[in-house]
């Protein structure tokens, strides 16, 4: 039985003072919550503020990016050691806004998948087609691709801690939810992939979440379906009220 993962990726929101009141508060509404592992991944400058806040809790530390290398002459990043050190326990990669924005590929995906393993941390690996895709029916190929590219060098001990989440762009942000069928037949070819390219065994131990305007109304039936295992959630997690209601309403 694989345990519910419901993470909050507040994206470029919240300063440390808001983050603080943030977490105070959902912290007070899920402290009984124990059938879900519950995350939140503020942005860079309120992360060891939040972790101090959660330490002893029943909510995990993600981080929303990180870089491959552990230390140097790289402006601007912050490596998997420094993530650990500030009490981070997940890191998100590949976030289709990273890939767009930023320049991410399936080949920095692999690099910053290997460096925060290394580190001890678990990251959580985001796949999804653009609409374009979809309306040329290229789904299954690109995420295809985005899994053999991006896990291309990582062995089976190593998959079995990671978290993917399955994100079709054109729901994230948008207001427009997969289907729970549209969003299942994905997770069910990731979950195929893996039994196909791992073992069966890891196939039915991997947690594959998905995202993309997951609310409280949508969340139960998403999260009913027998290959959705949880929830990445932008816009829902940023109001302590909107996420304890979509994690309540996943039970
Ligand atoms: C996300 O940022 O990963 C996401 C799914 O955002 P939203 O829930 O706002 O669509």
Redesign the pocket.
């Known amino acids: 039985m694989r345990k519910l993962f419901i993470a909050g990726?507040w994206?470029m929101n919240k300063t440390i003072s808001e983050a603080v009141e943030l977490v105070n508060s959902l912290k007070r509404e899920v402290v009984d919550i124990e059938s879900v592992d519950i995350v939140v991944c503020p942005v860079f400058t309120a992360l060891s503020e939040v972790a101090d806040l959660v330490i002893d809790s029943n909510i995990g530390l993600g981080a929303q990016n990180v870089y491959w290398e552990e230390v140097g002459a790289f402006t601007g990043e912050v490596s998997p050691k420094m993530l650990k050190d500030a009490g981070c326990k997940y890191v998100i990669i590949g976030?289709s806004e990273r890939r767009k924005y930023f320049g991410e590929t399936n080949e920095t995906v692999l690099k910053k998948i290997k460096a925060v393993q290394s580190a001890g941390l678990s990251p959580i690996v985001c796949v999804g087609e653009t609409l374009d895709e979809r309306e040329q029916k290229k789904t299954i190929e690109v995420i295809e691709k985005q899994l053999k590219d991006g896990l291309k060098e990582i062995k089976d001990d190593n998959l079995e801690d990671i978290i993917i989440a399955y994100?079709p762009v054109w729901?994230?942000?948008t207001g427009k939810t997969a289907t729970p069928e549209q969003a299942e037949e994905i997770h069910k070819f990731i979950r195929g992939w893996i039994k196909e390219n791992y073992s069966s065994d890891i196939s039915e131990e991997i947690r594959i979440i998905y995202?993309?305007?997951?609310k409280s109304s949508n969340a139960k039936d998403l999260m009913s379906q027998p290959d959705i295992d949880g929830a990445?959630?932008?816009?829902?997690s940023l109001e302590s009220q909107l996420f304890v209601e979509l994690i309540k309403n996943s039970l």
Do not use: C, Y
């Open positions: 990726n994206k976030h994100e729901a994230i942000g995202g993309g305007s997951v990445l959630v932008g816009g829902a």
